[in-house]
């Protein structure tokens, strides 16, 4: 089972605002500052505004908005109630954000009758208890329950059996699969493929010839209902970023320096705070008019020191032909996290004596307060 709550940020707020109630509410960036739409209640999706739509755009299409910037304390305190509230259906839940998680919910009939009963117990308990709306979907997979819940939303259910799946997926337009992002709808329009049925007549060979191996046995699976159905599991981090939106675009390559730096302090003294260490350093960078551009370079062994992550997104960035436009927004991160290689007795010593200095960095830091102490970098 997935449970999904209905535009959880906006709700919140007109939960606890009668006056915001029935009315178009927009949680995320200010208008007339830079950033992004968060989340918005149902009433000001009707204007056509979406999560991660600039604020910019959304003041133009609906000035008469409720604007309001995230209360998080306030959906956290909701976010665990709700999930007290899954954790007395299943005894299996997994969150997998603020405001959704999946259930294992085998086993559940002997207590609550049907999917349908255990889905309408579920909205009902959370609305009691809660006072805000969530869709639930089940189904004999974590894609067909997503999918499911995502299918009569707001405030709805569904329910998918085994013998179902195909001719539930059958009409829904490929993009609605999981993983389909702009890049791969552009093939997949180039082939004339619409629905899901379209895509299902594809042989796994020529799949993986327009997508790559790995993208084109996703997109077979997904076409045949084909996914995990495990729950609970340990979720394994793909990578750890941060990001700036400048209130201003910058060109000056000493600004973009410092704050790169900057960022690359936050990502190392997450990675070290979760033991994690990547082998890919990647680099995003937004320029005027929306356009992101992103550049990433595999290193030879894993890093989560602030200095090399800097110095190789600073390589990427000189690298990447964007020196001298104007810059949104600019990022860096570190992926694929394994186990580290062996140092050699050379190397050894200095490693070591650099994860003290860190360390101790990092000490500092929670005690006092990010961009208290930092490492100095080379001009």
Same mark, same amino acid.
């Given at each position: 089972?997935?449970?999904?709550?209905?535009?959880?940020?906006?709700?919140?707020?007109?939960?606890?605002?009668?006056?915001?109630?029935?009315?178009?509410?927009?949680?995320?960036?200010?208008?007339?500052?830079?950033?992004?739409?968060?989340?918005?209640?149902?009433?000001?999706?009707?204007?056509?505004?979406?999560?991660?739509?600039?604020?910019?755009?959304?003041?133009?299409?609906?000035?008469?908005?409720?604007?309001?910037?995230?209360?998080?304390?306030?959906?956290?305190?909701?976010?665990?109630?709700?999930?007290?509230?899954?954790?007395?259906?299943?005894?299996?839940?997994?969150?997998?954000?603020?405001?959704?998680?999946?259930?294992?919910?085998?086993?559940?009939?002997?207590?609550?009758?049907?999917?349908?009963?255990?889905?309408?117990?579920?909205?009902?308990?959370?609305?009691?208890?809660?006072?805000?709306?969530?869709?639930?979907?089940?189904?004999?997979?974590?894609?067909?329950?997503?999918?499911?819940?995502?299918?009569?939303?707001?405030?709805?259910?569904?329910?998918?059996?085994?013998?179902?799946?195909?001719?539930?997926?059958?009409?829904?337009?490929?993009?609605?699969?999981?993983?389909?992002?702009?890049?791969?709808?552009?093939?997949?329009?180039?082939?004339?493929?619409?629905?899901?049925?379209?895509?299902?007549?594809?042989?796994? !060979?020529?799949?993986?010839?327009?997508?790559?191996?790995?993208?084109?046995?996703?997109?077979?699976?997904?076409?045949?209902?084909?996914?995990?159905?495990?729950?609970?599991?340990?979720?394994?981090?793909?990578?750890?970023?941060?990001?700036?939106?400048?209130?201003?675009?910058?060109?000056?390559?000493?600004?973009?320096?410092?704050?790169?730096?900057?960022?690359?302090?936050?990502?190392?003294?997450?990675?070290?705070?979760?033991?994690?260490?990547?082998?890919?350093?990647?680099?995003?960078?937004?320029?005027?008019?929306? !356009?992101?551009?992103?550049?990433?370079?595999?290193?030879?062994?894993?890093?989560?020191?602030?200095?090399?992550?800097?110095?190789?997104?600073?390589?990427?960035?000189?690298?990447?032909?964007?020196?001298?436009?104007?810059?949104?927004?600019?990022?860096?991160?570190?992926?694929?996290?394994?186990?580290?290689?062996?140092?050699?007795?050379?190397?050894?010593?200095?490693?070591?004596?650099?994860?003290?200095?860190?360390?101790?960095?990092?000490?500092?830091?929670?005690?006092?307060?990010?961009?208290?102490?930092?490492?100095?970098?080379?001009?």
């Amino acid at each position: 089972m997935h449970v999904d709550m209905d535009a959880f940020f906006a709700s919140v707020e007109q939960r606890d605002n009668p006056e915001f109630r029935h009315r178009p509410v927009i949680v995320g960036a200010l208008p007339g500052g830079r950033g992004v739409v968060a989340t918005c209640s149902y009433e000001a999706r009707a204007f056509g505004i979406r999560s991660a739509m600039p604020i910019s755009e959304a003041w133009r299409r609906c000035p008469g908005a409720i604007y309001l910037r995230p209360d998080m304390p306030r959906y956290v305190e909701a976010s665990q109630k709700i999930m007290q509230v899954l954790q007395s259906i299943s005894p299996v839940v997994e969150p997998v954000s603020i405001d959704e998680a999946y259930l294992d919910a085998s086993g559940l009939e002997r207590l609550n009758g049907e999917p349908e009963s255990i889905a309408s117990l579920t909205r009902q308990k959370i609305r009691e208890t809660v006072g805000l709306g969530c869709s639930v979907g089940i189904g004999p997979n974590r894609l067909i329950a997503k999918l499911a819940s995502e299918y009569r939303k707001p405030n709805g259910q569904t329910v998918v059996r085994h013998g179902d799946v195909l001719a539930f997926l059958d009409p829904m337009p490929v993009s609605n699969l999981r993983g389909v992002g702009k890049q791969t709808d552009k093939i997949v329009q180039k082939l004339g493929i619409q629905t899901v049925h379209q895509l299902r007549q594809y042989s796994l !060979e020529i799949l993986s010839a327009h997508f790559g191996r790995k993208g084109g046995r996703y997109l077979y699976d997904q076409a045949r209902g084909i996914a995990s159905s495990r729950v609970g599991g340990t979720q394994v981090r793909k990578s750890i970023s941060k990001e700036k939106t400048f209130k201003r675009d910058v060109t000056r390559p000493r600004q973009l320096r410092e704050q790169l730096r900057q960022l690359s302090a936050e990502v190392g003294r997450s990675a070290r705070h979760k033991g994690l260490k990547g082998r890919v350093v990647n680099l995003k960078i937004r320029i005027e008019g929306f !356009e992101t551009h992103t550049r990433q370079c595999r290193l030879p062994s894993a890093v989560n020191a602030d200095g090399e992550i800097f110095g190789h997104a600073w390589k990427l960035y000189e690298q990447s032909g964007l020196a001298g436009r104007s810059v949104r927004l600019i990022g860096v991160g570190i992926s694929d996290f394994g186990s580290e290689e062996p140092m050699s007795d050379l190397f050894e010593s200095s490693r070591e004596r650099e994860e003290k200095l860190y360390s101790t960095m990092d000490e500092i830091t929670d005690k006092y307060g990010i961009n208290v102490l930092s490492r100095g970098i080379r001009r």
